[in-house]
C-alpha cells in the first residue's frame, strides 16, 4: 500500500495547486461517464437498442456520477453539465418502461406453463420457451445465445411489515434503496428523473439509475448496471416497481473493470398491501458476461444465493424487520437490556445499522477498493484463497477514524452449517475462543442488548470486557448481528465507553467513529428440496436439509499510520489467526 503525498503538488507555471492524481482520474472518469450516457440516449433510435442484447462499458465508479434533482427529459453527465433527451427520445425510453412493466406484472403473477417447480429445490424455474412465445420478437428473440454469457432468472415471494407507500418510496429514492440493501448495493445514483409524478406522486415515475450489487466477498466480482426503472401504481393496494437495461449492444467492448456485465432485462417487483404487512414478489432476471468464480462459490452464485431474487427477498425482509423494531413501542424487556429509553433504542440501532454497512462495503469487493493478494497464503489449508489486503483514506467523515486505514479480508470454505457457524460467532461465551483482539483471560459481559427482529440472531449487543477488579469504564465492543436464509453478519468494534453511553441515553450517534471488524457468512450452495419432517424419519430428513457447508469471509480494519506496509500485514495476520482459531475451536482444522 502506498503513503499518500502529505502535500500538493504545485503547477511550475503558475505556481497554482495541481489537480492531484485522484483528481484527475475523476475527472477522466467524468468524462467517460458523459460519453457512456450520450451513447446510451443516442441509441434509442437504433432498433438494436430495443433488444437489450448486451450492456456497454460500464462507469469506473459511482464517485464520478453527479446526481441531479428532479427533471424531466435531462441526464448529469458528471461534469456538471446536462445531455438533453429529444422529445423522441424520451418517448422511446417511456416506450420501454411501458414493455417492462408489463413483462414483470406478468412474470410475476403467472404460474404453469410460464413458470414450472423444480423437483430439486422446490423453487420456481423459468420455462423459456414460453417466455420467448410470449415476450419476445426478433432473429435472436431470446437475446441469450452469445457464447461467454448466461442468464440468470429466479421469482421468490414474501411478506414484509412496512406498508406500500414506505417501500414504494424507498425503492425510488436512492438513498433509502441503499438503506434496504446494505449488504447488496455497494454504491448507486440517480443518473436522471426522465418523467416526474405530480405532488411528490411515485406513480408513472421513469428515472435512469446506476448501480453496483456485490456478494459478501471479494472474490464474487461485483456487477454494474445502468437502468431505467419505472413505478406505477397498479390497483390502489397494488404498486409495481420494475428495471430494464437501457444499453446498447456492445459485444466486444473492453474495460478495465473487475465487476461483471450484466444486462438487466425486466425485473423487479409487484407490492401488494395485506392486513398482515405487504407481499412482495419479485423476479430477477440478466444476462451477464461469464466471470471467473473460485470453485467453491460457484454453486452459491448458481443457486441465487448471490444475486437471485430470494437473496432480494430475504434482505428487505431483514431490514424492513428492523425499521419496525426501532419504531416499535411494545417491545418485551427480555429483548431490550440496558436501554431505558426508546430514544436510546433508536439510537444504538442506528450506530449499528451504519457499522454494519461499512463493514458490508468493505468486504464486497466494490471497485473502489484495489485489492491486491499478499505474496503467502495465511488462510491455510486448500479451502482458503489467501488475505486480500487495501487501503482507503478517511477525511473528513466524523463516523470513522480520520487517516489512512488498511483492509484485509480472507475468504474460506468451512464443513460447517451455516446456522451453526453464525451461532458460534454471535456466542459471548466463546467469543474468547476467536477474538484475536480479545485480552487472554477477560471474559465478556453483555451490558446492552438490543432486538432488531424476531430471530433472536437479529440483535446488537454491547460487551465490556470484565477486568479484575471488576471495572467496566474504557473501550466497550459494540456487535451488530444480522441473519437471513441467504446470508448471516456479524459486525463488530471497540467504542470508548465514554462515547457509547450518550447513544444508550438516546442522543446523535453520527459524530461516533467506528472501525468495524467481522465476519459474512453464507450457504455454499449445497441444497436439496426443503425437507417434509415425519415422525419416523425426523433427525434423518433434517440432517439431509442442513448438509453442506460455510462459506465465511473474514474482515480485519486498522489505521495504517505510522506505517502503512507493516499495518497491512498486521491486518492481513488478524484475519488469518482469527480463522484459524475458528477452524480450531470448530475442529475443521486441514478441511
Same mark, same amino acid.
Given at each position: 500500500?502506498?503513503? !499518500?503525498?502529505? %502535500?500538493?503538488?504545485?503547477?511550475? /507555471?503558475?505556481?497554482?495547486?495541481?489537480?492531484?492524481?485522484?483528481?484527475?482520474?475523476?475527472?477522466?472518469?467524468?468524462?467517460?461517464?458523459?460519453?457512456?450516457?450520450?451513447?446510451?440516449?443516442?441509441?434509442?433510435?437504433?432498433?438494436?437498442?430495443?433488444?437489450?442484447?448486451?450492456?456497454?462499458?460500464?462507469?469506473?465508479?459511482?464517485?464520478?456520477?453527479?446526481?441531479?434533482?428532479?427533471?424531466?427529459?435531462?441526464?448529469?453527465?458528471?461534469?456538471?453539465?446536462?445531455?438533453?433527451?429529444?422529445?423522441?427520445?424520451?418517448?422511446?425510453?417511456?416506450?420501454?418502461?411501458?414493455?417492462?412493466?408489463?413483462?414483470?406484472?406478468?412474470?410475476?403473477?403467472?404460474?404453469?406453463?410460464?413458470?414450472?417447480?423444480?423437483?430439486?429445490?422446490?423453487?420456481?424455474?423459468?420455462?423459456?420457451?414460453?417466455?420467448?412465445?410470449?415476450?419476445?420478437?426478433?432473429?435472436?428473440?431470446? /437475446?441469450?445465445?452469445?457464447?461467454?454469457?448466461?442468464?440468470?432468472?429466479?421469482?421468490?415471494?414474501?411478506?414484509?411489515?412496512?406498508?406500500?407507500?414506505?417501500?414504494?418510496?424507498?425503492?425510488?429514492?436512492?438513498?433509502?434503496?441503499?438503506?434496504?440493501?446494505?449488504?447488496?448495493?455497494?454504491?448507486?445514483?440517480?443518473?436522471?428523473?426522465?418523467?416526474?409524478?405530480?405532488?411528490?406522486?411515485?406513480?408513472?415515475?421513469?428515472?435512469?439509475?446506476?448501480?453496483?450489487?456485490?456478494?459478501?466477498?471479494?472474490?464474487?466480482?461485483?456487477?454494474?448496471?445502468?437502468?431505467?426503472?419505472?413505478?406505477?401504481?397498479?390497483?390502489?393496494?397494488?404498486?409495481?416497481?420494475?428495471?430494464?437495461?437501457?444499453?446498447?449492444?456492445?459485444?466486444?467492448?473492453?474495460?478495465?473493470?473487475?465487476?461483471?456485465?450484466?444486462?438487466?432485462?425486466?425485473?423487479?417487483?409487484?407490492?401488494?398491501?395485506?392486513?398482515?404487512?405487504? %407481499?412482495?414478489?419479485?423476479?430477477?432476471?440478466?444476462?451477464?458476461?461469464?466471470?471467473?468464480?473460485?470453485?467453491?462459490?460457484?454453486?452459491?452464485?448458481?443457486?441465487?444465493?448471490?444475486?437471485?431474487?430470494r437473496r432480494w427477498v430475504a434482505a428487505l425482509r431483514l431490514q424492513c424487520e428492523r425499521m419496525v423494531f426501532s419504531m416499535a413501542t411494545n417491545i418485551p424487556t427480555r429483548d431490550s437490556t440496558g436501554v431505558a429509553t426508546l430514544a436510546g433504542r433508536r439510537?444504538?440501532?442506528?450506530?449499528?445499522?451504519?457499522?454494519?454497512?461499512?463493514?458490508?462495503?468493505?468486504?464486497? @469487493?466494490?471497485?473502489?477498493?484495489?485489492?491486491?493478494?499478499?505474496?503467502?497464503?495465511?488462510?491455510?489449508?486448500?479451502?482458503?484463497?489467501?488475505?486480500?489486503?487495501?487501503?482507503?483514506?478517511?477525511?473528513?467523515?466524523?463516523?470513522?477514524?480520520? @487517516?489512512?486505514?488498511?483492509?484485509?479480508?480472507?475468504?474460506?470454505?468451512?464443513?460447517?452449517?451455516?446456522?451453526?457457524?453464525?451461532?458460534?460467532?454471535?456466542?459471548?461465551?466463546?467469543?474468547?475462543?476467536?477474538?484475536?483482539?480479545?485480552?487472554?483471560?477477560?471474559?465478556?459481559?453483555?451490558?446492552?442488548s438490543v432486538a432488531k427482529g424476531k430471530d433472536r440472531g437479529n440483535c446488537v449487543k454491547a460487551y465490556a470486557a470484565t477486568s479484575p477488579a471488576g471495572d467496566q469504564d474504557g473501550e466497550w465492543i459494540l456487535q451488530d448481528s444480522s441473519t437471513s436464509p441467504?446470508?448471516?453478519?456479524?459486525?463488530?468494534?471497540?467504542?470508548?465507553?465514554?462515547?457509547?453511553?450518550?447513544?444508550?441515553?438516546?442522543?446523535?450517534?453520527? @459524530?461516533?467513529?467506528?472501525?468495524?471488524?467481522?465476519?459474512?457468512?453464507?450457504?455454499?450452495?449445497?441444497?436439496?428440496?426443503?425437507?417434509?419432517?415425519?415422525?419416523?424419519?425426523?433427525?434423518?430428513?433434517?440432517?439431509?436439509?442442513?448438509? /453442506?457447508?460455510?462459506?465465511?469471509?473474514?474482515?480485519?480494519?486498522?489505521?495504517?499510520?505510522?506505517?502503512?506496509?507493516?499495518?497491512?500485514?498486521?491486518?492481513?495476520? !488478524?484475519?488469518?489467526?482469527?480463522?484459524?482459531?475458528?477452524?480450531r475451536a470448530l475442529r475443521c482444522e486441514g478441511r
Amino acid at each position: 500500500m502506498r503513503e !499518500l503525498a502529505k %502535500k500538493s503538488p504545485r503547477c511550475p /507555471g503558475c505556481g497554482a495547486a495541481a489537480a492531484s492524481t485522484e483528481e484527475q482520474q475523476l475527472r477522466l472518469e467524468n468524462a467517460m461517464l458523459r460519453a457512456k450516457i450520450e451513447r446510451l440516449l443516442g441509441n434509442l433510435g437504433n432498433p438494436a437498442a430495443d433488444k437489450l442484447a448486451a450492456p456497454a462499458s460500464p462507469s469506473r465508479s459511482a464517485r464520478a456520477i453527479r446526481p441531479i434533482s428532479s427533471g424531466s427529459g435531462s441526464v448529469a453527465d458528471g461534469c456538471g453539465g446536462v445531455v438533453g433527451l429529444s422529445g423522441h427520445d424520451r418517448t422511446r425510453i417511456l416506450e420501454l418502461a411501458g414493455r417492462a412493466l408489463r413483462e414483470l406484472t406478468t412474470m410475476c403473477s403467472s404460474g404453469e406453463p410460464l413458470w414450472v417447480r423444480s423437483v430439486e429445490t422446490g423453487r420456481d424455474v423459468l420455462n423459456y420457451d414460453e417466455h420467448v412465445r410470449l415476450f419476445q420478437c426478433g432473429d435472436d428473440p431470446a /437475446g441469450d445465445q452469445r457464447a461467454g454469457w448466461s442468464v440468470e432468472v429466479s421469482r421468490e415471494t414474501g411478506v414484509v411489515y412496512l406498508d406500500k407507500t414506505q417501500l414504494v418510496n424507498a425503492f425510488m429514492d436512492v438513498n433509502q434503496w441503499m438503506e434496504l440493501f446494505p449488504t447488496m448495493i455497494s454504491k448507486a445514483v440517480t443518473l436522471s428523473v426522465i418523467r416526474a409524478g405530480e405532488n411528490d406522486d411515485k406513480d408513472g415515475v421513469v428515472q435512469l439509475m446506476f448501480a453496483e450489487v456485490q456478494t459478501l466477498t471479494p472474490l464474487i466480482p461485483t456487477r454494474e448496471v445502468h437502468f431505467l426503472r419505472h413505478c406505477k401504481k397498479l390497483t390502489a393496494d397494488k404498486w409495481a416497481v420494475v428495471d430494464v437495461s437501457l444499453d446498447d449492444v456492445e459485444p466486444d467492448a473492453q474495460t478495465s473493470s473487475t465487476a461483471c456485465k450484466c444486462l438487466k432485462k425486466p425485473s423487479g417487483c409487484v407490492i401488494e398491501e395485506q392486513t398482515n404487512g405487504c %407481499k412482495v414478489t419479485w423476479v430477477e432476471h440478466a444476462t451477464c458476461r461469464n466471470a471467473a468464480v473460485p470453485s467453491v462459490y460457484r454453486l452459491a452464485a448458481a443457486s441465487g444465493l448471490a444475486f437471485g431474487a430470494r437473496r432480494w427477498v430475504a434482505a428487505l425482509r431483514l431490514q424492513c424487520e428492523r425499521m419496525v423494531f426501532s419504531m416499535a413501542t411494545n417491545i418485551p424487556t427480555r429483548d431490550s437490556t440496558g436501554v431505558a429509553t426508546l430514544a436510546g433504542r433508536r439510537s444504538v440501532l442506528k450506530l449499528a445499522h451504519r457499522m454494519a454497512s461499512s463493514l458490508c462495503r468493505v468486504i464486497g @469487493g466494490s471497485r473502489d477498493l484495489a485489492w491486491s493478494g499478499l505474496a503467502s497464503n495465511r488462510g491455510g489449508g486448500g479451502a482458503g484463497h489467501g488475505v486480500r489486503v487495501t487501503s482507503r483514506r478517511n477525511v473528513g467523515n466524523p463516523g470513522e477514524p480520520q @487517516g489512512l486505514i488498511a483492509c484485509a479480508v480472507l475468504s474460506a470454505w468451512l464443513p460447517v452449517n451455516p446456522a451453526a457457524l453464525f451461532d458460534f460467532l454471535r456466542d459471548e461465551s466463546r467469543r474468547h475462543e476467536w477474538d484475536v483482539m480479545l485480552p487472554p483471560g477477560r471474559p465478556v459481559r453483555s451490558c446492552v442488548s438490543v432486538a432488531k427482529g424476531k430471530d433472536r440472531g437479529n440483535c446488537v449487543k454491547a460487551y465490556a470486557a470484565t477486568s479484575p477488579a471488576g471495572d467496566q469504564d474504557g473501550e466497550w465492543i459494540l456487535q451488530d448481528s444480522s441473519t437471513s436464509p441467504c446470508e448471516s453478519t456479524v459486525a463488530y468494534a471497540a467504542v470508548d465507553a465514554a462515547a457509547l453511553r450518550p447513544v444508550i441515553d438516546g442522543h446523535d450517534s453520527s @459524530g461516533v467513529a467506528v472501525l468495524p471488524c467481522g465476519f459474512a457468512v453464507m450457504p455454499d450452495g449445497l441444497e436439496s428440496r426443503p425437507a417434509v419432517f415425519t415422525s419416523c424419519r425426523k433427525e434423518e430428513d433434517r440432517a439431509a436439509a442442513e448438509a /453442506g457447508g460455510a462459506l465465511v469471509t473474514v474482515a480485519f480494519q486498522a489505521l495504517a499510520s505510522p506505517s502503512p506496509p507493516d499495518a497491512a500485514e498486521t491486518v492481513a495476520g !488478524l484475519a488469518a489467526c482469527a480463522l484459524g482459531n475458528i477452524k480450531r475451536a470448530l475442529r475443521c482444522e486441514g478441511r
